[in-house]
Each structure stands twice: as C-alpha cells, then as structure tokens.
C-alpha cells in the first residue's frame, strides 16, 4: 500500500467543508450584515472578548477557521486549474493555496494566543 | 512517394478537438458547478472577515472595525458572502449522503434522511452560534 | 402529402480530406418511433452510404451507438427524433474522445482503462473444482449490483469536464468498474493502488454530470465518493481493512 498526500488534503478539505456550512451562514449574517446595517446591535467589545476567552474555545476556533481555509484552498486548486487551464502548473498552484492556508491558520493562532 | 490507399484503409489521422475554453458555459449542470466550486472564494474571504473581527476583538479596536463594516461596499461584499457560503452549505450538506452509504442491516439509509439531518444539524449550529453571541448584549 | 421530415445536421471528419470535421445536413422522414439512430440508419442506407457510425444492439445493451446530439452525450438508439421538435438536430462523435471517422471514436484508451482496475474476480490461495459455486445472499448481491449494470458506452467519460482537460484521468467508468468488484463478496483483490491516485479518485471534482448522463443509473459519482472515504479511511487507519 503506497501512501500518497492526496487523501489527507481531501480529509481536510471535506472536514473545512463541513464546518464552513455549518458556521459560516450566520456567522457572516450576523457580523457581516445584520450587525453593520443595525439591524442587530453589536455586542459590547467585553462580551466578544469573554466569548473567545476560555483556551478549549480559543483553540477550537483556531481549528475550525483552519479548516475552512483548507476547504477554500483545496476548491480554489481545483477550481483555477479547470477553468484555466494549469493542470500542469499542479504543483505549484497546490502549494500556493495550501499554503496560503497554513499562513492563515497561522495568523489565526498569533491573533487569538 | 505517397501511394494512394483505397477508402478506409488511409493512414489513420484521428481528430483531437482543441481544448474548450468556455466548457463550464455548455450546459446549465456545468455552470452551477463552477459557482459551487467558486463559493470557495468567498469562503475564504469570510475567514479573513472573521480573523479581522477577531484582531479587532484582541485590540480593542472593535469600534473601527464596525466602521468599516459598515461602509457600502464592505456590506455590498458580506451580503455575497452570505448569498455564497449559504449556497455552499446547501450544497455540501446535500451532497454528503453520496460518499457516505449507510447501511443498517441490510436497509441502505435513503439520501433524503441523511439530508434532513445534515440541514437539522446546519440549523441547531446556527441557532446556538446565534445565541452565544446576541445573549445579554 | 409530402411525409413530415427533420434536418440531421451530422459532423463529417473523412481523414483524407477534412482538416477538421464540418457539418452536413441530411432531410430525414420524422416518424414518431424513430430514434436518433434510425436517422443516422436512413442516411446510410439511401441517402449518404460514406458515412460511418457504431450501433449494433439498438436496444441500448450494447453500449456502441453514443454520440452527442444536440451537445449531450445520449445513446443515439435510446433517443427520439421527435424530442427535438422541428430540428434540426446536431449530432457528433462523443466529446473528449479522438475522432477516426465520422462519428466513430478511438476506445483503446478507454479500454486501457476498464482493465487498468483488473476488473475480475481475484481469488487467492485456492484451487476450486471447475464445478465450485460461491453463492451470494441477496444482500451480497446488492452490494454492488447497481455498479454492474455498466454498458461501457462512455458517455459519462464525455460529460466529465475533468476527464475531457485531462484525458489520463482514470474516470467515472472504470472506477464504477473497480467499486463492482470491490464490493463483491466473492473478491479478494485490493485495487488501492491504482485507485488511490491523483489521475483517479483524487482527480474527481465531484461534478455529477456523468451520474446524470448514465444511461443505466450506475452513478459512477457516487462510486468515486464512495472510494474517496474508503481510501482516506485506509490512509489514515493504516490497520482498517479494505
Ligand atoms: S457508467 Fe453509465 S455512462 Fe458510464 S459507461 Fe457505464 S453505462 Fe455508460
Ligand atoms: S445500439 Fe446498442 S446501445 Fe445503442
């Protein structure tokens, strides 16, 4: 049995899939369009802070907003070498996406840590 | 020196059609394809939307975030998001039961219950996410 | 009264003359239980004897008569003329496919393919009397009957926007045929090898439009889904059997 890269990114990118559906909807209703057009009032800056504050809920939104990245980048690999044409260039648009996701998981741990 | 073959028995010369820039535009299944796979996009701009909230939060500049939140195009650009990232969840969920047969003795679970509870499971994350942020605020 | 009659607009590729196949339009009687194929016959038979397609069963078993009409794969003999109304009606060798004539198409890679998965039943360790049975309990049966049902006719290969881009994709058919007996109770082969690939199940985008096109509701999609959780299950559960 050869091991290859390929069903790992597809387990991260069906588990990003999966979390994006089920959180990003509201949340985006919510801090995206409701909250700016008043329709809903923003929660005070101390509450979003103690919503983000325990270290279990930290490290889970760092995970889930990870996920969703690789969600991203796994489409955005396909989806650009289909519609244009760089299947050859595969390995490097894979590395551009995929990376562009760690960067931003990174980015999520340095915000929240 | 080329001798001349009697019909059917030429060098055979099979045609390759040229690479079909427009492909996702052929057919209506296509195009609703591509949006899905599009949806990604804005995906990720949702994540960076969020990273930018939760910076925000971390800096104490939550004030200037709703400002920017609030300019036009910044509503314009989320309301997309909103449209995209629902079409994305519609789909994904919808799509699950294809990779994932069950089967309980014997009885293949049919795709619509798995659906329904994919979409039951959207809404229940939905609603509590909604709770945690909008309580005693 | 001059009989109803519809235009077949035919794409012609003679290798020894055309560049490039063109269109050629034939008048042919519209009759309510002609298929498309029906046309194609009657321009062969008294109109235009040059031209060259596949058929033989005409009854959508043999899997030989695919073409694109009106730019959807369809097996010409399971489809009516009268569902184009007044016509005309474009016909075409399946897309994605090297031409050789007419409407006849190169299959040697698609067959390249169907074996490529070893699509038999793989027995190890044994030396069964010739007269040996193994029975399979209608759930056994079940398990992947839908998959067998396959006709080989690669209409699916010709709506596979990623197999059209890259034609070394293995694509929906011979990973159907793989699912067929990897499902089979009776198999023992383990066919991770040529499956867990980036030009076979990893290069499936999920698109559906082969599950749509399938004349015979094999959903060669979800076999590859199917697949896809089997083999990340068994790279990530190295002592999860198959
Ligand atoms: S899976 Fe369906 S469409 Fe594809 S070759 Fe078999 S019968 Fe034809
Ligand atoms: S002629 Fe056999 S399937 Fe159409």
């Known amino acids: 049995m050869r091991r290859r890269l390929e069903p790992y990114l597809w387990l991260l990118f069906s588990g990003g899939g999966v979390v994006a559906a089920l959180t990003l909807p509201v949340l985006v209703l919510l801090f995206g369009v409701l909250m700016p057009l008043g329709v809903v009032a923003w929660p005070s800056a101390a509450h979003l802070r103690a919503l983000v504050d325990a270290p279990l809920v930290r490290g889970a939104v760092v995970v889930a907003l990870t996920l969703c990245l690789f969600h991203a980048a796994h489409r955005i690999r396909f989806t650009s070498e289909e519609l244009l044409g760089l299947r050859r260039w595969d390995a490097l648009v894979a590395v551009l996406c995929y990376g562009a996701a760690v960067a931003g998981g990174v980015t999520a741990i340095t915000l929240l840590f | 020196m080329t001798t001349a073959r009697p019909p059917g028995h030429e060098e055979a010369r099979p045609y390759v059609r040229p690479r079909d820039r427009w492909w996702f535009a052929r057919r209506r299944s296509l195009a609703v394809f591509v949006l899905r796979e ?15 909230l939760l910076g925000a939060v971390a800096d104490g500049t939550t004030e200037r975030f709703a400002a920017l939140a609030a300019r036009p195009w910044m509503v314009a650009l ?3 998001a909103l449209a995209a990232t629902a079409f994305h969840a519609v789909t994904f969920l919808n799509l699950a039961p294809k990779a994932t047969v069950v089967r309980l003795d014997g ?3 049919p795709a619509w219950m798995i659906q329904g509870g994919n979409h039951t499971a959207w809404l229940a994350v939905s609603a509590l996410l909604a709770y945690l942020v909008l309580r005693s605020s | 009264m001059a009989a109803e009659t519809i235009r077949l607009d035919v794409a012609r590729y003679r290798p020894e003359e055309d560049a490039e196949p063109v269109l050629q339009s034939y008048e ?15 321009i062969k038979d008294h109109l235009d004897g040059t031209l060259s397609f596949r058929w033989s069963c005409r009854m959508g078993i043999c899997g030989s008569c695919g073409m694109d009409v009106d730019g959807e794969p369809r097996l010409t003999c399971g489809t009516f003329l009268a569902e184009y109304g007044a016509g005309p009606v474009r016909i075409e060798p399946l ?45 056994q049966l079940d398990a992947y009957k839908q998959y067998s049902m396959c006709i080989n006719c690669m209409l ?58 399938c004349p015979k509701h094999v959903d060669p999609a979800e076999a590859i889904q199917r697949y896809k959780v089997t083999a990340a299950l068994r790279s990530v559960l190295p002592w999860s059997g198959r």
């Open chain 2, 38 to 52: 599009l949806t990604s996009v804005l995906v990720a701009w949702t994540v960076a939307y969020l990273l930018l």
């Open chain 3, 28 to 42: 042919v009687p519209l009759r309510p239980d002609w298929a498309v194929l029906d046309g194609l016959a009657h």
């Open chain 2, 107 to 109: 009885w293949r679970v």
């Open chain 3, 95 to 139: 897309k994605g496919f090297p031409v050789i004539r007419d409407l006849v198409v190169d299959i040697d890679g698609f067959l390249a393919k169907l074996s490529s998965v070893r699509p038999w039943l793989v027995r190890e360790g044994e030396e069964p009397p010739l007269t040996a049975e193994y029975a399979q309990t209608p759930a």
């Open chain 3, 156 to 213: 699916c290969y010709s709506a596979c926007p990623v197999y059209v881009l890259d034609p070394d994709f293995l694509g929906p058919a011979a990973i159907a045929l793989a699912q067929r007996y990897n499902l089979d109770s009776r198999d023992m082969d383990d066919r991770f090898d040529v499956l867990n690939l980036e030009e076979a199940v990893w290069g499936c985008t999920f698109v559906g439009d082969c599950t749509r096109v």
């Open chain 2, 78 to 80: 989320n309301v997309l």
